[in-house]
């Protein structure tokens, strides 16, 4: 719920990233009178006109007899097919008006269905394929559907995939878990991806982030079933062989017996694509940081020892998420929490949201040095009602992606992405949490289990790391 004007500017990039992740929304925006409109009220602004590109749908309540069938609309919209924000703008006069219709209930929402049929053709088609992998994405998942698909993919010894940033489809130690595409990914990915004779995509779509940038598995006669709850199939390049109009909750179910009978073995590929991935994401080359830093690397691999199973990350966007993509454990769904659409700042409010979710669960926050300065005052509100994470600041005093780019593309020009930081841990301390400074490694478990028990303890933590400028990315 925003006020008009710049309470419904500054949601806008919420807005987006729940446009781009496919995530149900549903946005209550403060108007101006009924009798004000179309005069240039104070922050008068046409709702339709700035969301309607980035919305399923947007209304305009000006009949307070109808607020409970727009409500009921607006959230069976937002969550249904492939789900996304809706927009309810309601007049400030008629927030006071009194009605006597009744409240409707809400609307179910269909999972879809996978028919005996489909169900047939599927299971033929895998066992004719040499090469098969299932991608993991999108919306619509629940830890049901992440158990079921993880125990056909397992009882069946077909590879699985990530979409990016959603590697908590299935768990880490899965014997058949083959790591995650999008940015940072390993090149086996990339191969498997495009070398796979059927790739069975379940929740989400063949993006330009899995393709790179729409060039891999964009050939006409590849053989794609796709899984998704959306008819219109957005966001989706390349060929499709079947659509399956289903959730993944849905498709798990059906699935949930099928044992194939394939005519080739698939270990060699399978066991393959595993073996590859557990390597890239192991602690074996820390890479050498200056005196004064704390190495990320030597920092993860500690705090993945003292970490329960369900432990639960947020992060934003830029280089130091790969820490969090790399190290973190995933073994419960859900437990990665991030962005799709770039955004940066997702990380401490995040945090402070999973935290008051799961109020028994430990979530670690990772953010860059350059995102905690955009919102990591949310302390505040974490500290006011509770909720309670570890945060590691990586502090290399730079936006870490940006400058990448400028010394790949103009060497010696490097603009605006220098920081000079303040300091976090005071800052921390400042909002009441814990707070400590972390730029020895020698001081990397004293400082981790102090931090932990801050959280146990029931406030937040926030160790600021300070690192190596040079090393803004794992070194597999």
């Known amino acids: 719920m925003v006020t ?16 781009q992740d496919a995530t149900p929304l549903v946005l209550f925006v403060g108007l101006v009178p009924v009798n004000h409109r179309d005069r240039e009220a104070f922050q008068e602004f046409d709702p339709r006109a700035w969301f309607g590109t980035q919305a399923k749908e947007v209304f305009i309540l000006d009949e307070a007899d109808r607020a409970s069938e727009y409500v009921a609309r607006a959230f069976h919209i937002a ?43 599927l299971t033929a088609a895998l066992n004719a394929a040499e090469r098969p992998a299932i991608l993991l ?9 992440a158990a079921l698909i993880t125990a056909f993919a397992e009882n069946n010894h077909i590879p699985v995939l990530s979409d990016w940033r959603a590697a908590d489809r299935i768990p880490a130690d899965s014997p058949v878990k083959a790591g995650e595409t999008g940015y940072g990914h390993g090149r086996f990915t990339t191969t498997m991806l495009d070398d796979a004779d059927l790739l069975l995509i379940v929740g989400g779509t063949l993006s330009d982030v899995p393709t790179d940038g729409f060039t891999l598995r964009q050939g006409l006669d590849e053989q794609n079933w796709i899984i998704n709850p ?45 073996e590859e991935h557990r390597a890239t994401v192991a602690f074996t080359n820390p890479g050498e940081n200056r005196e004064g830093t704390a190495n990320m690397t030597l920092v993860m691999k500690a705090l993945r020892e003292k970490l329960p199973e369900d432990a639960a990350v947020t992060f934003g966007s830029g280089n130091h998420t790969a820490w969090a993509h790399y190290y973190f454990p995933l073994t419960t769904y859900p437990s990665q929490f991030s962005v799709r659409n770039g955004t940066m700042g997702y990380a401490v409010p995040a945090a402070t949201a999973v935290s008051l979710t799961f109020p028994d669960r430990l979530v670690v926050s990772v953010a860059g040095d350059g995102e ?92 600021h790391v300070t690192t190596d400028r040079s090393l803004v990315l794992p070194q597999p």
């Open 372 to 463: 905690f300065q955009m919102t990591g005052q949310e302390l505040a509100t974490a500290v006011q009602f509770g909720a309670k994470f570890l945060v590691l600041v990586v502090d290399n005093a730079q936006y870490g992606t940006i400058r990448s780019h400028q010394e790949a593309h103009y060497p010696g020009r490097i603009s605006g992405t220098q920081l000079a930081n303040p300091d976090f841990a005071a800052l921390a301390r400042a909002y009441g949490a814990y707070g400590a400074t972390l730029d020895d490694n020698d001081d990397v478990d004293k400082l981790l289990d102090e931090a932990l028990a801050a959280v146990k303890e029931g406030r937040p933590a926030l160790l």
């Open 79 to 121: 969550s249904t097919g492939r789900a996304g924000p809706v927009i309810i703008g309601v007049p400030e006069d008629v927030l006071t008006h009194t009605a006597d219709a009744p409240v409707i209930p809400p609307i179910p929402v269909a999972e879809g269905a996978v028919s005996d049929d489909d169900l047939d053709e």
């Open 137 to 145: 994405g999108g919306p619509r998942w629940t830890p049901e559907a």
């Open 4 to 19: 008009r004007g710049p309470g419904a500017a500054n949601s806008f990039v919420g807005l987006h990233l729940a446009w």
């Open 230 to 274: 959306d008819p219109e199939l957005r966001q989706h390049s390349g060929a499709v062989t079947r659509h399956l109009v289903a959730s993944p909750v849905a498709f798990g179910r059906a699935v949930a017996d099928l044992r194939l009978d394939p005519a080739t073995d698939w270990s060699a590929w399978t066991g393959t694509a595993v």
